[in-house]
């Protein structure tokens, strides 16, 4: 069964960091690209960054981009987001995802979601 299991978020201040984490199973973890995806109050997902399979290339968001880092442990199956210099407009749930097998079979999970809140 996959799981995917969010923590980290919180209440924090302008300017604050958070570090997210989601801890993956049931799958070949090193094998996917990874995503974290995020949906404010009242409006739709978003997407924010991916990660490829080795952890050695990423993709940003604009939103985003120079201020949150993804990363990956392999080894742990585990799936990081570095948020710094945050803002009020991040504040969101933020959940990770995968996309499991291959089409037509494939199938997308998500985690349950870690709400982020930035407000002084």
């Known amino acids: 069964e996959v799981q995917l299991v969010e923590s980290g978020g919180g209440l924090v201040q302008p300017g604050g960091s958070l570090r997210l984490s989601c801890a993956a199973s049931?799958?070949?973890?090193?094998?996917?690209?990874m995503y974290w995806v995020r949906q404010a109050p009242g409006k739709g997902l978003e997407w924010v960054s991916s990660?490829?399979?080795?952890?050695?290339?990423?993709y940003y968001a604009d939103s985003v981009k120079g201020r949150f880092t993804i990363s990956r442990d392999n080894a742990k199956n585990k799936l990081y987001l570095q948020l710094n210099g945050l803002k009020a407009e991040d504040t969101a749930m933020y959940y990770c995802?995968?996309?499991?097998?291959?089409?037509?079979?494939?199938?997308?999970?998500w985690g349950q979601g870690t709400q982020v809140t930035v407000s002084s």
């Open positions: 995802a995968t996309i499991v097998g291959d089409a037509p079979y494939s199938f997308s999970y």
């Open positions: 990660i490829r399979f080795g952890g050695d290339t990423t």
């Open positions: 049931g799958f070949a973890f090193s094998s996917n690209y």
